[in-house]
């Protein structure tokens, strides 16, 4: 599957920035805590609307670190399910679909057991000196990842408009499967 993806953290950033859907403006969200640095480009889908209340995440996999703001067009190859502060929060797992040197990657195996490894590592881990628990349930193929796209996109036609707690709030009753409660 193609998409495109905002780029909202460059690969080796120790910046958190954060999309803002009301303002349409990506602002220094914090500095991480550790000496944690993001693994891979990291973004987001501005038609999909995740359980924690925020546009679907995206690693974007690619020898290059993009600025924030940019689109990079992007193959789902994956994804990672991540629960985080006790709300569902997927990765999906790109690889940038303008560059010859990722034409072979179609997959999670493609990428490499260590590159996996290296992913989850750094979403373990990079939260631990803020006191907060992140948990990774585990990894998943591109059709999983296409189906939870496709959920996450008739949520934010449906909720994308409203307030982030008030979602969260409406989806913990409706959808208590979603968090980790």
């Not at 999909?48 to 193959?75: K, N, T």
């Not at 195996?109 to 006191?131: A, M, P, S, V, W």
């Not at 585990?138 to 982030?164: H, P, R, T």
């Amino acid at each position: 599957m193609k998409l495109n993806v905002t780029i909202e953290i460059p690969k080796h950033s120790n910046v958190k920035y954060e999309y803002d859907r009301k303002t349409k403006q990506i602002s220094v969200d914090r500095i991480l805590y550790g000496t944690e640095v993001y693994p891979q480009n990291y973004g987001f889908i501005k038609e999909a609307l995740d359980w924690d209340g925020d546009e679907l995440d995206a690693l974007v996999i690619a020898d290059q670190s993009f600025m924030p703001g940019v689109i990079v067009p992007v193959r789902i190859i994956g994804a990672m399910e991540m629960i985080d502060d006790g709300e569902t929060d997927t990765k999906l797992i790109s690889v940038i679909d303008c560059d010859q040197r990722y034409k072979h990657i179609n997959n999670l195996k493609d990428l490499g057991e260590h590159r996996i490894k290296e992913i989850q590592n750094f979403f373990e881990t990079y939260k631990l000196l803020q006191n907060k628990k992140v948990i990774i349930k585990g990894f998943k193929d591109s059709q999983w990842a296409q189906k939870e796209y496709q959920e996450c996109v008739e949520l934010m036609n449906k909720y994308g408009s409203m307030n982030k707690d008030d979602f969260i709030s409406k989806m913990k009753k409706d959808h208590p499967e979603k968090y980790n409660v």
